[in-house]
């Protein structure tokens, strides 16, 4: 893809980053304070779906961290994605993602949308990231509350991504 | 019955602070599992391989590479090698890159036989 500035001459890659930058700050400054959740199954057995219902509930109580459900995705800023994307819903999630204003987040949620339960076979494509842009992978089967209230601030940037620094052998710190 | 609930009965507020405090309720959490590589042979790994029910562990060479992402935390690898496998704890597990979800153990007691 090429891109030219209002002058004509070309955009370097370091002024791009800058702004890429800038914007994706700006995009973290606005979902910090408010984000609306479009949920989409694309063929899970509803144990996520279970698990994102109780976010609502006063234990855990999104709305305090100013997360919200919505139910059109036209007013959507987050669709979260469960279940290994089957091939007879993949129009309806591109269309989904389409309807949705930019600038927007993917969240790929549970074993099967990240691709750990089904392999690609003719009914499903086995993960979310086949057809979708997703830009965070919440792991679990199905993932708890506080693993999706985790992974949706990740997505705003108001936690950081934790597990990429942990190495999984018992008895190390990090 | 859960400490939160009996500590939300007495304040008479049940919503966590979660992220501003830790919450104590993700103790009972199932988890992913960590591994102890001194204890990893080459055969208890390929025990690991063929007993994990979603594909979360394959074996290359002397590494074992744990896909946190494919883990559904059943815990049939900690019943399998109680001695090699325990839980890792960690619930807040959401990454921004796919490729930081994959870990490779390297076989301890491979290497140094």
Known sequence: MSTTTAGGGPVTTEAEAAAAEQLRSAVARQFGRSLHIRTLDTGSCAACEQEIRMLAAPHYDLHRLGLFFTPAPRHADLLLVTGP????????????????????????????????????????YGSADQVLPVDVWIPGCPPSP??????????????????????FVAGASS | MPLWFVRGLRRGVVTTRYPDRSEMSARDLPTPPAFRP????????????????????????????????????????????????????????????????????????????
């Open chain 1, 85 to 124: 994307m089957l091939r007879a819903f993949a129009a309806a999630a591109r269309k989904t993602y389409e309807a949705m204003p930019g600038p927007k987040l993917v969240v790929a949620t549970g074993a099967c949308a990240l691709g750990g339960v089904y392999q690609p076979d003719a009914f499903s």
């Open chain 1, 146 to 167: 506080l693993a999706l209230l985790h992974g949706l601030l990740v997505a705003v940037g108001r936690l950081a991504d934790k597990v990429s620094g942990l190495s």
């Open chain 2, 38 to 113: 001194g204890a990893l042979t080459g055969e208890i790994a390929d025990g690991l391989v063929a007993i994990c029910p979603s594909r979360a562990l394959t074996r290359e060479g002397g590494t074992l590479i744990f896909d946190v992402g494919a883990c559904t935390a059943c815990g049939r690898c900690g019943e399998y090698a109680p001695g090699a496998v325990t839980a890792s704890g960690e619930f807040e597990l959401a990454a921004a890159r796919r490729s930081g979800l994959v870990k490779r153990i390297g076989l301890g007691a491979e290497v140094t036989r």
